[in-house]
């Protein structure tokens, strides 16, 4: 791409059209969600790239945890997302207490009938690139390897990997 064309594109409709979406997306995604959390405690690094969804009271942070870049935490009306303390979640995690199944007719309803809150206990590792279903709970000190797809409750001082997550081992 040469110069001009560079510059052409700085100057266009389209760049000035995604950089306002993107900005409030971060904003709106971000920084004004981080405010409205339910909770979150002291020691708490969240990436400006991470995303909290529309019910952001719905979601509970405890005490240094860490939110990978790209992570996106969902709850929905009536369901929660509860992290404990000393947790570490990698890059581009996607959490949901909800199914994303729902129609233009009622967009209040949930579709598939799956949703449920979600807890991630203390001392907890979620790899990169995972994603964690709704009504899961992760037992304390457990790991899950990156790219998992956790669907079922993890018990504590457990290693999970896997689409589905499958136990891989316990921590003594």
């Known amino acids: 791409m040469t110069r001009l064309n560079k510059l052409a594109t700085v100057f266009s409709l389209r760049f000035w059209k995604q950089s306002y979406h993107l900005f409030t997306s971060f904003l709106v995604g971000n920084v004004w969600s981080q405010i409205q959390l339910g909770e979150i405690g002291k020691g708490v690094d969240i990436n400006p790239t991470v995303r909290f969804g529309n019910y952001p009271r719905n979601i509970f942070l405890g005490q240094n945890i860490s939110i990978g870049h790209g992570t996106h935490i969902y709850a929905g009306p009536n369901s929660k997302v509860i992290i404990g303390d000393n ?38 590792r979620i790899g990169a690139h995972s994603n964690i279903l709704p ?36 921590i003594k």
């Open 87 to 124: 947790t570490m979640i990698g890059p581009y995690v996607f959490i949901t207490t909800e199914a994303f199944s729902e129609s233009k007719d009622n967009p209040q309803g949930v579709h598939s009938g799956h949703s449920g809150d979600i807890e991630i206990c203390s001392n907890v």
């Open 135 to 170: 009504g899961v709970k992760i037992g304390s000190d457990s790991s899950t390897g990156a790219g998992s797809v956790i669907t079922q409750n993890v018990s504590s001082k457990s290693v999970v990997a896997g689409n589905p997550a499958k136990l891989i081992k316990t």
